[in-house]
């Protein structure tokens, strides 16, 4: 089956959107989730707050990537 250029354009540009647009939702997602868990973590220590949860949640985002989208 040939597809013509502006066809293939435009299965390429929706994929593309698709594909950036659940990379983003889902990576959102595990931010606040692994921010919660290192919350909970850190306030059984008791010697941290929220602000180091997020920051560590940050740090810890590339990995969960990498997981989420291999």
């Keep these: 089956m040939n597809l013509t250029?502006?066809?293939?354009?435009?299965?390429?540009?929706k994929y593309i959107t698709?594909?950036?647009?659940s990379l983003i939702i889902?990576?959102?997602f595990v931010f606040i989730i692994?921010?919660?868990e290192l919350s909970?973590?850190?306030?059984k220590a008791g010697d941290g707050d929220?602000?180091?949860?997020?920051k560590l949640a940050f740090f810890k985002l590339?990995?969960?990537v990498f997981e989420i989208f291999p």
């Design 40 to 43: 909970r973590r850190i306030s």
């Design 62 to 64: 590339p990995e969960m």
């Design 50 to 54: 929220i602000i180091l949860a997020i």
């Design 5 to 13: 250029k502006t066809l293939a354009k435009y299965f390429y540009k």
């Design 34 to 36: 692994d921010t919660a």
């Design 26 to 28: 889902s990576t959102i």
């Design 18 to 21: 698709t594909l950036f647009y």
